[in-house]
């Protein structure tokens, strides 16, 4: 088996993936791997392009730029097998009907909706401005995304966040907007993991204060709720720590009534002419 590293970049998957094409070479005597392969061949093949030809319609290649942000197991290979059927003529590869069309289009949907966690449970904190040396991060935040999707969704903010500059930062990537540019760093700099994890939001108080009194309990459904707002994001979320007390107050009674426990205990009063 042949074993190659990509360093988890499509750009060179694709260069790998082109020579591999070229060669004819089958998906079952090829392996994406960080660490050599115990049965990886050493055999050398030519440097150069091989003879076979294929062409690859664009749809497929957006297809595999977007699934290869999936994070797991076969995260490489799987493309390859997509890209080498329908290099041979077979396309349905493509479709969700597919065995392997069908796992490609669920990577795909799990990078989407990952993206949209970004967009949605991000928490920029404002930076108190530096009084001397070079302008920082007006604004930073921290997050934990489970697949690569950093660099492409952070793009979301650049038109919401004006010529503010800000920075994200994961435990493994990390990108800055000095305002013109957006500037990612596939290794997220410490100092910057530092400054998002570290920042103190002043209005911190006044927001967990806000989202405790609009929190519905009459409404409340966990499993919607997890399903919506997954569990793993609210350690990194102002009002996560509020949430798990939240709902054990819904569940013992202020689901019943609907209403804080300060405003059910206040008696009512009657509206209305008496009979």
């Known amino acids: 088996m042949i074993c190659l590293d990509c360093d988890d970049l499509f750009a060179t998957w694709r260069q790998q993936a082109r020579w591999l094409l070229s060669h004819q070479i089958d998906p079952s005597h090829v392996g994406w791997n960080t660490v050599p392969d115990l049965f990886a061949t050493d055999e050398h093949y030519p440097a150069e392009i091989g003879p076979f030809q294929a062409r690859i319609p664009v749809a497929l290649i957006e ?44 990577r795909i949907k799990q990078v989407r909706r990952e993206s949209h966690h970004l967009h949605a449970f991000l928490r920029f904190v404002e930076m108190p401005a530096a009084a001397e040396g070079p302008p920082g991060p007006e604004y930073v935040a921290w997050h934990e995304p489970a697949h690569d999707i950093l660099a492409l969704a952070s793009e979301h903010f650049i038109g919401r966040m004006g010529r503010s500059r800000w920075l994200i930062a994961t435990p493994q ?49 966990p499993k919607v709720m997890q399903g919506h707002l997954p569990t793993r994001f609210w350690k990194n979320l102002p009002e996560g720590a509020l949430i798990p007390g939240l709902i054990s107050d819904a569940r013992t009674g202020k689901q019943r009534d609907g209403q804080a426990r300060d405003i059910g205990k206040r008696q009512g009063k009657r509206i209305g002419r008496s009979v």
């Open 173 to 221: 990537d990390g990108v800055y907007y000095d305002g013109t540019e957006l500037i990612h760093e596939r290794q997220c700099p410490l100092e910057w993991q530092q400054l998002a994890q570290q920042a103190h939001d002043p209005q911190g108080e006044l927001w967990l204060t806000y989202y405790s009194h609009i929190f519905n309990p009459a409404r409340l459904n």
């Open 63 to 106: 297809l595999l730029e977007s699934a290869a942000q999936y994070r797991g197991e076969q995260r490489w290979s799987l493309l390859y097998e997509v890209l080498w059927r329908v290099s041979h003529g077979d396309r349905t590869a493509m479709l969700a009907g597919d065995r392997l069309g069908s796992e490609l289009h669920r």
